[in-house]
T-cell receptor, first 111, second 114 residues
Framework: QQQVKQSPQSLIVQKGGISIINCAYENTAFDYFPWYQQFPGKGPALLIAIRPDVSEKKEGRFTISFNKSAKQFSLHIMDSQPGDSATYFCAVTDSWGKFQFGAGTQVVVTP | NAGVTQTPKFRVLKTGQSMTLLCAQDMNHEYMYWYRQDPGMGLRLIHYSVGEGTTAKGEVPDGYNVSRLKKQNFLLGLESAAPSQTSVYFC?????????????FGPGTRLTVL
């Protein structure tokens, strides 16, 4: 059963624009909310993550916003660049360290 | 450090054939995982291991077996391949099972079952 729902499935953004990807989860027992980035032909790699006691975390052009009451979190990519073109996965982690991933969002940044 | 490596990178099987995928990590990680990635499904956990000699079932274990005889290696076996097992398989490892541990992924194995 999919416990984390990710949207949109894909998005196209112009260079310099903002990309926003949303995830919603069902189980309140999750402890950690990472985002992974995957380039074609490569394995996913950790991009940024947030704990549930924080509402926002920013690293460079990437920001996670977390809404615990709504059980939602989102990734914002500011000033999107062609090099950001990749597939992004949200994930939720329980206290046992087991991950459940969203279905993924393919982001294309046009020049 | 090579990180997480996977062998082979590509493979084509006929229905009913068997094969083993090898994952190796040189980071001295205790935890290792096998995922499959299918379009629109994200990454789904097949089996995982919390240490040498241990294995456990994940979300989609049917049709697969695993072994962890050495800490650095995690093998995924398909005894009788089926077309439904056509997928991209990723191995990952992590230092601990702490909820904020990072999983390091290999480059993947693309498997096609005809």
């Amino acid at each position: 059963q999919q416990q984390v729902k990710q949207s949109p499935q894909s998005l196209i953004v112009q260079k310099g624009g903002i990309s926003i990807i949303n995830c919603a989860y069902e189980n309140t027992a999750f402890d950690y909310f990472p985002w992974y980035q995957q380039f074609p032909g490569k394995g996913p790699a950790l991009l940024i993550a947030i704990r549930p006691d924080v509402s926002e975390k920013k690293e460079g052009r990437f920001t996670i916003s977390f809404n615990k009451s709504a059980k939602q979190f989102s990734l914002h990519i500011m000033d999107s660049q062609p090099g950001d073109s990749a597939t992004y996965f949200c994930a939720v982690t329980d206290s046992w360290g087991k991950f459940q991933f969203g279905a993924g969002t393919q982001v294309v940044v046009t020049p | 450090n090579a990180g997480v490596t996977q062998t082979p990178k590509f493979r084509v099987l006929k229905t009913g054939q068997s094969m083993t995928l090898l994952c190796a990590q040189d980071m001295n990680h205790e935890y290792m995982y096998w995922y499959r990635q299918d379009p629109g499904m994200g990454l789904r956990l097949i089996h995982y291991s919390v240490g040498e000699g241990t294995t456990a079932k994940g979300e989609v274990p049917d049709g697969y077996n695993v072994s962890r005889l050495k800490k650095q290696n995690f093998l995924l076996g398909l005894e009788s391949a089926a077309p439904s097992q056509t997928s991209v398989y990723f191995c990952a490892s992590s230092y601990s099972r702490a909820f904020d541990n990072e999983q390091f992924f290999g480059p993947g194995t693309r498997l096609t079952v005809l």
